[in-house]
């Protein structure tokens, strides 16, 4: 299908698409710290305790971990799922059925859900990560198909030929899963923010019922 | 049942907190929502949500508490918000990508800092012209004017600077040093100091504006919160020349400072993404905006507590209180 037409001139066009996205990872890496971080927002590897808890210290708690009614609570507050209204309802119903140590099991409680929520938004940043050493692994793969073909002389043998077909037809396929992938870069991005923002009204709705 | 009874207590609480509260509204632009919220001051109910201009930052009232004046970022422009019809019915010139504002004491001009060209850009509002354009540093970014109209402090993001401009000549005639990435720059009632957040620094400088030397560098310390992510962005002093109050962004908390010892009394936890804060005209509380938990912080200045929390637009920015 090459056959017509001016083949330097699609070549030129594959490598400056390519280079394009090419172009466009390098920026975002030179903003973080991070050379795997490809989003706007600075990565701030954990939610400590102090951003998102004004009650009682999370550590001077007793462990949640040994009681499985609050384990339990804190694994269906933390589920994305769960929409906002029934999760104060949760609390609710949580706190009002608290004996003396009110304060201490709804600390408790916000520790666990901290815990758990964390636990996610760190696989969610190790998978943001691992996208963008695919996408480079990608790029990598590209820059290199764009190399071997300019390196192939413009009326080879027919295997040359061949193998320029093969490796015009791996680009443009390569390009186009590079494009779309980055194009997801940004909800990627925004996922580790919407647990910090639920995170934040948990603990909010729970300092809610403190004495 | 002690829950119950606990929840009427607070809100009854709440009530008469509120009733004794001034009758006023407050504004809130909210950036990605090309909105600006209207809040009752009483009930802190959100009375209207009103369309504007594309990425509404930076909002200031007319000194007649008229209109609201808007810099629609993404438009280029500043818009002007009947508060009457909550209607848009103008716009003003701003130079491009304009941030935020602030106004002269006779109320007639408008300073703009454009981030995109490097320039404050003069504004008369009744004419609806552009009257001058000072050239400062790279990333102009916060800008404070002295009581007294004769000073405009600017700061930049690049250079790290607090720039003194005269306002009769439009000369910068001093230039301070202050730590990374300058935000906000605030002048005390009496004039006599302007203090600058810096947000990459994590530091407020307090400069004296006759010597323009920095007197003080406040730093902060939160247990619990890691160092980065202590931000200070917005600043506000009370006239009578005792509290300060500086939000530092990601760390979700208000910290508020004696104006005279420069010790920190205490850390509000608010909203997520603390950056701009306003007073009620009798000072007696403090509206915060959150641009991630997207919602509005009422603080009792007297008290030092977070009252209420008020969901508005997505990412508010700006936050004014009318009379």
Do not use: A
């Given at each position: 299908m090459y056959r017509n037409g001016n083949p330097g001139a699609r070549w030129r066009q594959v490598i400056a698409i390519a280079l394009g996205f090419l172009g466009a990872g390098g920026a975002a890496i030179a903003a973080g710290e991070d050379p795997d971080w490809p989003c706007?927002?600075?990565?701030?590897p954990e939610i400590s305790a102090g951003m998102v808890w004004a009650g009682p210290p999370l550590d001077e708690a007793?462990?949640?971990?040994?009681?499985s009614a609050i384990s339990n609570l804190a694994a269906r507050l933390a589920d994305r799922r769960l929409p906002p209204a029934k999760t104060e309802a949760l609390v609710e119903e949580f706190a009002h059925n608290l004996g003396t140590d009110n304060d201490r099991q709804l600390t408790m409680l916000f520790a666990a859900i901290l815990d758990r929520i964390n636990r996610e938004r760190s696989s969610i940043t190790e998978g943001i990560k691992k996208f963008t050493r695919r996408q480079r692994a990608l790029a990598s793969r590209i820059e290199s198909a764009l190399a071997e073909i300019d390196a192939?002389?413009?009326?080879?043998t027919a295997e040359q030929e061949a193998r320029r077909a093969a490796l015009i037809e791996q680009t443009r396929w390569d390009t186009r899963i590079h494009e779309e992938r980055e194009k997801s870069v940004t909800y990627l991005c925004e996922t580790p923010v919407l647990l910090e923002q639920r995170v934040f009204a948990l603990g909010r709705t729970i300092q809610g019922f403190l004495d | 049942m002690r829950t119950i009874v606990r929840m009427v207590l607070t809100t009854a609480v709440g009530v008469i907190w509120s009733v004794g509260a001034q009758a006023v509204t407050v504004y809130v632009s909210n950036e990605k929502d090309n909105s600006i919220s209207v809040i009752?001051?009483?009930?802190?109910?959100?009375?209207r949500t009103v369309p504007v201009g594309q990425r509404p930052r930076g909002i200031i009232l007319t000194k007649d508490h008229t209109r609201l004046l808007i810099c629609a970022s993404d438009d280029d422009h500043i818009e002007v918000l009947d508060?009457?019809?909550?209607?848009?019915?103008g716009t003003l010139p701003s130079g491009p990508d304009p941030e935020l504002f602030v106004m002269h004491p006779d109320g007639k001009l408008l300073y703009v800092a454009n981030e995109d060209d490097n320039m404050v850009t003069v504004v008369d509002i009744e004419a609806g012209k552009v009257v001058a354009e000072v050239p400062v540093g790279v990333e102009p970014e916060g800008l404070g004017l002295s009581p007294d109209g004769r000073v405009l402090v600017n700061t930049s993001e690049t250079t790290n600077m607090a720039h003194f401009i005269d306002t009769g000549t439009y000369e910068i005639f001093d230039n301070v040093l202050v730590d990374n990435r300058p935000r906000v720059a605030q002048f005390t009632k009496d004039g006599k100091y302007v203090w600058v957040s810096s947000e990459i620094g994590g530091t407020v400088s307090v400069i004296d504006t006759l010597t323009r030397e920095v007197v003080q560098k406040i730093s902060f310390e939160i247990p619990g919160v890691q160092e980065e992510a202590i931000q200070p962005v917005g600043v506000r002093l009370t006239s009578d020349g005792k509290l300060a109050f500086v939000a530092l962004g990601p760390a979700n908390r208000v910290a508020v400072i004696d104006?005279?010892?420069?010790?920190?009394k205490k850390y509000l936890l608010v909203g997520q993404r603390v950056w701009q804060m306003t007073f009620t005209p009798d000072e007696k509380r403090l509206f915060t905006t959150n641009g991630v938990s997207n919602d509005v912080s009422v603080i009792d200045v007297e008290k030092l507590r977070v009252r209420k929390s008020i969901a508005v637009g997505r990412f508010p920015w700006g936050v004014v209180v009318a009379p």
């Open positions: 706007i927002q600075r990565l701030v007793p462990d949640w971990r040994d009681d192939l002389p413009d009326e080879g | 009752d001051g009483e009930t802190y109910e959100v009375l508060l009457e019809t909550l209607e848009v019915i104006q005279k010892t420069y010790e920190v």
